[in-house]
């Protein structure tokens, strides 16, 4: 495959490979499950179950389906046939021997199936759009708006796709039909307004009632509809840090979107060039560099880890990283240019957290950088080198 763009968790899932006999990776559509998988599992044998011969067969003779092969196997959107999995867990705990690899593009009923019926027999990864670190090389990183604009999913990263194409397609295809399709929406418009108000709100705290009011729809019915955005990999929800703070502090997460080209679309930002001078064009940075950090975590085969801080005084740091006991704090700025105001917040943290800080870093977009002071000043480009 000449035009692989390696990712930073094949090596996590390769380790894993040699103490689980089955490998799962869920994500959002289009992110490469399929891709990462057939190349790291190149001699298994693949099934896809978007293929309606193949999905039919794997439904109506499930044992004859998995037994086709005495080698590895790997199936393709395991989410359109999840009794598959109580079938995988006989044979696996029967002959130690059989490997299957499967992925899927829904959390929610994938790895519910997956944690019941192959508890302790999965490895379970998740595979969200490219980090920085796995494009740098393979695009411009020098053209911050264009970033942003475009995106990070493989296929327009491997310049398969361009970005104008790609999100009008992704939102009518998955968003639009298996989204939908899933809470039953009947009311297009009104979900197509809440997708929107959501892109509208990247980096703010979420209120399901004030957002409820503006759709016209009930806040437990937008509750229902978030948490069909997380588990379908389109929206993350950023957690507060609370350990170890004397403060009142604030409950509600932040909302970002998994990928800011997608939240470009949403926000009908129609070029690179419209960032320039859309409000929006720091909280879509800060949505970038969020989504870097969870990806990193992932890609080691983590979860959870990190969080924002706000208290009761307004007072706020962006990204906190929790590893090893300890926190990296850091701020984000699009801005090209310094400015000693961006030290303020975490010059004062450790009198807000309890909890040691080991690192401090500014993320902007300028090109000076400095890593011997108390605060690090690093470019986005870099940031791989602070997570």
Request: hydrophobic share 35%.
């Amino acid at each position: 495959m000449t035009d692989y763009i390696h990712r930073k968790i094949e090596e996590t899932i390769l380790e894993a490979s040699k103490y689980f006999s089955v490998i799962a990776v869920s994500g959002p559509r289009q992110s490469g499950k399929s891709t990462l998988l057939t190349q790291l599992f190149p001699l298994y044998e693949k099934y896809s179950l978007k293929d309606l011969n193949i999905l039919d067969y794997a439904k109506n003779d499930p044992i004859a389906f998995l037994n086709q092969t005495d080698e590895g196997m790997f199936i393709d959107e395991i989410q359109r046939c999840p009794q598959l999995l109580d079938y995988i867990q006989g044979i696996v705990d029967n002959n130690s021997k059989r490997h299957f690899a499967l992925s899927g593009s829904s959390n929610f009923e994938v790895m519910k199936n997956l944690s019941e019926s192959l508890a302790g027999r999965a490895g379970v990864f998740e595979l969200l759009p490219m980090s920085i670190q796995e494009v740098t090389g393979k695009v411009d990183l020098d053209n911050l708006n264009q970033i942003l604009y475009n995106g990070l999913y493989p296929s327009i990263c491997a310049k398969k796709n361009i970005a104008k194409f790609f999100y009008p397609s992704y939102v009518r295809t998955y968003l639009e039909k298996d989204v939908r399709d899933l809470l039953q929406i009947k009311d297009q418009i009104r979900f197509t307004k809440f997708l929107k108000l959501c892109a509208a709100r990247i980096g703010s705290l979420f209120n399901a009632s004030e957002l409820g009011a503006e759709v016209g729809v009930s806040s437990k019915t937008i509750s229902h509809w978030l948490s069909v955005l997380q588990a379908s990999y389109l929206i993350t929800l950023l957690p507060p840090y609370y350990e170890n703070i004397p403060k009142r502090l604030v409950k509600s997460p932040k909302l970002y979107f998994n990928d800011p080209g997608l939240a470009c679309y949403l926000l009908d930002i129609e070029s690179p060039q419209q960032l320039d001078r859309d409000k929006m064009r720091g909280a879509i940075f800060e949505n970038m560099i969020v989504m870097e950090a969870i990806k990193h975590r992932y890609n080691m085969g983590l979860e959870g880890g990190v969080f924002f801080y706000r208290d009761s005084n307004q007072n706020e740091v962006d990204l906190l990283i929790k590893q090893e006991g300890e926190l990296t704090a850091i701020e984000v700025k699009s801005s090209m240019t310094y400015s000693s105001s961006f030290e303020k917040a975490l010059t004062q943290i450790e009198g807000w957290i309890k909890t040691p800080i080991s690192k401090k870093t500014i993320v902007y977009s300028g090109d000076f950088e400095n890593t011997s002071g108390n605060i690090n000043l690093i470019n986005y480009r870099h940031i791989s080198s602070i997570l």
